[in-house]
């Protein structure tokens, strides 16, 4: 039987829409980065148990758009926010908050960052008391993007994010966000921490071993995060990840019955 089995909270949640006596909550714009490091391996972390959308699962770093991330003040060298629209299929502002908050989580999330002096360099290293006082700021928003930057006399580098893909939550779920997937290498100099947060653990793995992982049932991964290690476990090198031309199609998995059991799928 084709498509995963919904567990009952999700199928009754189906049922209701289904039946037109629940809207649909609406999806958050976000943003996510999968880094790629030599030997062709990805960074993923594992949200915690307490957290209340995607629990325990390995996901790569990422969030959701904060409005200031739409600022024109954003100091930016790269594509510009009307070519990353026309490839994601958005409005120019829509692109710029995603691109931004791209840069910006995967900082958050990881402690790197996608950003230099000029258009032409990029940040060395990000470890010490003032970057890490710089971070937690931004994660309690107590300071904009564009403010860290201008602060650090820094430009956003969108020359540095590959598209990768675009996937919708399912209408069925309480919590939804509209992603678009982007792919980075790990910047010379700068390295990867275990920054805590929304992360109890963190990896990197070459994505056949997240998969092989997956199907052993040792970790859980959501279907973007699947599917993008699957397209990438195709691949053998940074450079053969990066030389792919991706087509960016919608993906909105959606909650079908099938023979009296509701199953999500992906097409």
């Known amino acids: 039987?084709?498509?995963?089995?919904?567990?009952?909270?999700?199928?009754?949640?189906?049922?209701?829409?289904?039946?037109?006596?629940?809207?649909?909550?609406?999806?958050?714009?976000?943003?996510?980065?999968?880094?790629?490091?030599?030997?062709?391996?990805v960074y993923l972390l594992r949200r915690k148990s307490t957290m209340a959308f995607a629990a325990g699962?390995?996901?790569?770093?990422?969030?959701?758009?904060?409005?200031?991330?739409?600022?024109?003040a954003v100091a930016w060298a790269g594509p510009s926010p009307k070519e990353w629209g026309e490839v994601f299929n958005a409005d120019e502002r829509t692109a710029r908050g995603l691109v931004c908050a791209a840069v910006r989580e995967t900082f958050e999330?990881?402690?790197v960052l996608l950003a230099g002096p000029g258009a032409d360099s990029v940040v060395e290293d990000t470890t010490g008391p003032?970057?890490?006082?710089?971070?937690?700021?931004?994660?309690?928003?107590?300071?904009s993007f564009a403010d860290f930057l201008d602060k650090r006399g820094l430009v956003l580098r969108s020359d540095l994010l590959k598209p990768w893909s675009h996937w919708i939550t399912p209408v069925i779920e309480p919590r939804r966000f509209?992603?678009?997937?982007?792919?980075?290498?790990?910047?010379?100099?700068?390295?990867?921490?275990?920054v805590g947060g929304e992360a109890d653990k963190v990896a990197w793995k070459r994505p056949a071993e997240g998969l092989?992982?997956?199907?052993?049932?040792?970790?859980?991964?959501m279907p973007p995060t699947y599917a993008t290690l699957r397209e990438l476990s195709a691949c053998d090198s940074v450079a053969e990840a990066l030389a792919v031309q991706r087509e960016i199609v919608t993906i909105l998995?959606?909650?079908?019955?099938?023979?009296?059991?509701?199953?999500?799928?992906?097409?």
């Open 1 to 41: 039987m084709a498509g995963l089995p919904l567990p009952e909270e999700l199928a009754q949640r189906a049922r209701e829409i289904d039946a037109g006596r629940l809207e649909p909550v609406p999806a958050k714009d976000s943003a996510t980065v999968v880094l790629l490091r030599d030997g062709l391996e």
């Open 57 to 72: 699962a390995y996901v790569f770093p990422g969030g959701s758009v904060d409005p200031r991330d739409t600022d024109h």
């Open 109 to 111: 999330e990881s402690g």
């Open 130 to 143: 003032g970057w890490e006082a710089d971070r937690l700021a931004l994660i309690d928003r107590s300071v």
């Open 178 to 194: 509209d992603t678009r997937f982007f792919v980075a290498v790990l910047p010379p100099g700068q390295r990867t921490r275990d």
């Open 212 to 221: 092989d992982l997956a199907h052993r049932g040792e970790i859980f991964l």
């Open 253 to 267: 998995p959606r909650a079908v019955e099938i023979e009296g059991e509701w199953r999500l799928m992906m097409q």
